[in-house]
């Protein structure tokens, strides 16, 4: 089941998991059986033509840099998010800011699968690795639990035409009960 994850819900150690607090919930509903299409694909320079794993991997790294800088520039948000969630994430990322952590590390992504797929819309999941992660709290290090921090992720991306890049209009992720293992093992 996918569910929302608000920053006001988690301890300072689910602030490693900084994206996954502006989730959307897919209301409620179990998601959609894979069929699985996997990609893995080089970067590309022109956003309108990187595809939806490219776009949602480019958020990442740049939500990670901000993250790193302790959330100094939250303007990446405008370059892959709808409107709407921006300014949410833009919201979270400055109550971030005041709690004074800084999170380091490395994520990884894998077992990229289309679960839906349109010319303007499309729905990937994935798996979002963040055990990687180290966070500090003005200049100490705190402890964290890194293993809920592999989970499966489902993101809706749109766009207006082929001309547009996609644009991230959902994040959400299934409950830590749903292992990346397990989603993606069929």
């Not at 370059?79 to 300014?87: G, H, K, N, Q, Y």
């Given at each position: 089941?996918?569910?929302?994850?608000?920053?006001?819900?988690?301890?300072?150690a689910?602030?490693?998991?900084?994206?996954?607090?502006a989730?959307t919930?897919?209301?409620?509903?179990?998601?959609?059986t894979?069929?699985?299409?996997?990609?893995?694909?080089?970067?590309?320079?022109?956003?309108?033509?990187?595809?939806?794993q490219?776009?949602?991997?480019?958020?990442?790294?740049?939500?990670?840099?901000?993250?790193?800088?302790?959330w100094?520039?939250?303007?990446?948000?405008?370059?892959?998010?709808?409107?709407?969630?921006?300014?949410?994430?833009k919201?979270?990322?400055?109550?971030?800011?005041?709690?004074?952590?800084?999170?380091?590390?490395?994520?990884?992504?894998?077992?990229?699968?289309?679960?839906?797929?349109?010319?303007?819309?499309?729905?990937?999941?994935f798996?979002?690795?963040?055990?990687?992660?180290?966070?500090?709290?003005?200049?100490?290090?705190?402890?964290?639990?890194?293993?809920?921090?592999?989970?499966?992720?489902?993101?809706?991306?749109?766009?207006?035409?082929?001309?547009?890049?996609w644009?991230?209009?959902?994040?959400?992720?299934?409950?830590?009960?749903?292992?990346?293992?397990?989603?993606?093992?069929?």
């Amino acid at each position: 089941m996918i569910r929302q994850r608000t920053l006001t819900t988690l301890a300072l150690a689910s602030l490693l998991a900084l994206p996954l607090a502006a989730c959307t919930s897919s209301n409620g509903e179990e998601g959609p059986t894979t069929t699985a299409t996997s990609q893995e694909a080089p970067p590309t320079a022109n956003p309108a033509d990187a595809t939806p794993q490219e776009r949602i991997t480019a958020y990442f790294d740049a939500s990670d840099a901000a993250a790193a800088d302790g959330w100094k520039d939250t303007s990446y948000a405008d370059d892959f998010l709808v409107p709407e969630l921006a300014e949410k994430q833009k919201t979270d990322d400055a109550e971030r800011a005041e709690s004074g952590a800084i999170i380091t590390g490395e994520r990884k992504l894998s077992d990229w699968t289309i679960t839906e797929e349109g010319d303007t819309a499309t729905t990937v999941e994935f798996c979002d690795d963040g055990t990687g992660f180290e966070a500090t709290k003005d200049g100490e290090p705190v402890d964290i639990n890194n293993a809920s921090l592999k989970v499966v992720g489902q993101f809706k991306l749109v766009r207006e035409s082929a001309s547009e890049p996609w644009m991230i209009q959902q994040k959400g992720y299934y409950d830590e009960e749903t292992t990346c293992d397990a989603h993606f093992a069929g």
